[in-house]
């Protein structure tokens, strides 16, 4: 089993920054892809943005290309969200994700069904 726990949510003003980091615990020789979620109130969770370990090519949802950057620690087991110029419709609770070797599909780099293990979440609040 894998693990994820997140951290660095919080509140920020439109236009400020923050990071977000996800520790991986457990069976990390699993993960072969890792990715941030998120979900508003009322609406579904969506794709943020996602990275292939092993090559750290990225992907990232159209709305927050230029804005915000996925990176990884391999050596500490852990994930990163640069978010940058922030806006309120960026506010949301943020999921880190990772899934297994056998579940990647380029063409869905940024579909949650193809994510095996989750996150509790951290929530992040842009007000105007």
């Known amino acids: 089993q894998v693990q994820l726990v997140e951290s660095g949510g919080g509140s920020v003003q439109q236009g400020g920054s923050l990071r977000l980091s996800c520790r991986a615990s457990?069976?990390?020789?699993?993960?072969?892809?890792m990715g941030w979620f998120r979900q508003s109130p009322g609406k579904e969770r969506e794709g943020v943005a996602t990275?292939?370990?092993?090559?750290?090519?990225?992907f990232y949802a159209d709305s927050v290309k230029g804005r915000f950057t996925i990176s990884q620690d391999t050596a500490k087991n852990m994930l990163y969200l640069e978010m940058n110029t922030l806006k309120p419709e960026d506010t949301a609770i943020y999921y880190c994700?990772?899934?297994?070797?056998?579940?990647?599909?380029?063409?869905?780099?940024?579909?949650?069904?193809?994510?095996?293990?989750w996150g509790q979440g951290t929530q992040v609040t842009v007000s105007s």
């Open positions: 994700a990772a899934g297994p070797r056998g579940n990647w599909l380029i063409t869905r780099a940024l579909d949650q069904r193809i994510f095996r293990y």
């Open positions: 457990g069976y990390t020789s699993n993960i072969t892809f």
């Open positions: 990275i292939y370990v092993r090559s750290a090519g990225t």
